[in-house]
């Protein structure tokens, strides 16, 4: 069979028959850190490709709100670049995922599944909240300005960070709460400065990310 | 410190693979045979016969679901598995300190 082979109890091992302790060192070492990296659900390439979607998807929406007076909100143009963007990252993470569970089941695929669910079901109550608001009338700079991107940024930012609590995960958990800090802190810049201010804090917070998760993975 | 400090069981290429590889899931997770087998890149034969070491010692635990073609074997760490690995880690640490 293709890219398989043989080991019986005393292959590669000294001509006396015993395993040599550095190569067992080595082997444990060479075979954990592959094992991590195959099964790991994310690496620092694909949080370096989620920095530079945010950062593009988002910078796309400012760009097509910055020069209103009043606000209108996001622009057709806007939200179909933004779009876009997201569902190739999506499909990106999606994909990454899968192939990492590929044969993996308990308690990591459950937590995985339960996680869309909680992900699906926040932003969906953040979009009708956000109808209840255009219905009562409030502006169009709360309900299509700072309402939709931070609520949805603190929603997803919660269960995430809910999540890798249980998981222990702890650098994960970080990102999730540094996210929530983005969503917070970016509400003050108003509806036009919080798409630019929310996609660069993404960006620089995924991209710390990327950077310790390459720094961990070479200890 | 000698060799006999390290548990034979686990101090054989093939086997030290396969404990390690199922010791990177996180604890109550386990790996399908064929994955198992993609990860390690051993024959069926050969890995079914290491399987059966480990498992026969308590080391890890296999569950088939299904019928025929279809069925499935998964394989995890069992507890006992898991501290195994840790004392024989520490041990070839230890091992390796004194040389």
Redo the contacts between chains.
């Keep these: 069979?293709n890219?398989?082979?043989?080991?019986?109890?005393t292959?590669?091992?000294d001509p006396d028959g015993?395993?040599d302790?550095?190569e067992?060192?080595k082997?444990?070492d060479q075979?954990?850190r592959?094992?991590?990296r195959?099964?790991d659900l994310s690496s620092p390439q694909l949080s370096l490709v989620g920095a530079t979607a945010a950062l593009l998807a988002l910078g796309a929406v400012w760009l097509s709100v910055r020069g209103q007076h009043p606000y209108k909100g996001p622009t057709a143009a806007g939200l179909l670049v933004m779009y876009g963007i997201l569902a190739c990252w999506i499909a990106t993470a999606v994909t990454f995922q899968r192939r990492a569970l590929?044969?993996?089941?308990?308690?990591?695929?459950r937590q995985q599944r339960a996680f869309g669910a909680a992900i699906v079901t926040a932003l969906v109550a953040v979009s009708v909240f956000q109808g209840v608001l255009h219905h009562d009338g409030v502006s169009n700079a709360i309900v299509y300005g700072i309402y939709p991107l931070t609520a949805q940024l603190i929603a997803m930012g919660a269960v995430a960070a809910g999540l890798q609590a249980a998981?222990e995960d702890w650098p994960a958990f970080g990102i999730a709460i540094a996210v929530m800090c983005v969503a917070a802190g970016g509400a003050f810049a108003g509806p036009r400065g919080v798409w630019l201010i929310d996609g660069i804090g993404l960006c620089v917070v995924v991209l710390g990310y990327s950077v310790a998760q390459a720094w961990l993975r070479r200890r | 410190m000698t060799l006999d400090a390290l548990d034979p069981l686990i101090h054989v290429p093939a086997r030290l693979q396969i404990v390690a590889t199922l010791a990177a899931l996180p604890e109550g997770d386990a790996l399908s045979f064929p994955r198992l087998q993609d990860l390690i890149g051993l024959t069926p034969g050969n890995l079914i016969t290491h399987l059966r070491k480990l498992e026969d010692a308590g080391y890890l635990a296999t569950e088939k679901s299904g019928n025929g073609p279809a069925s499935r074997t998964s394989v995890a760490l069992t507890h006992r598995g898991r501290a195994a690995l840790n004392t024989y880690t520490a041990a070839i640490r230890r091992l390796l300190d004194g040389l």
């Design positions: 069979m890219g398989t082979r043989d080991i019986d109890d292959a590669a091992s015993s395993f302790p550095r067992a060192a082997l444990l075979t954990t592959q094992a991590r195959r099964l590929s044969g993996v089941s308990g308690r990591s695929v998981r």
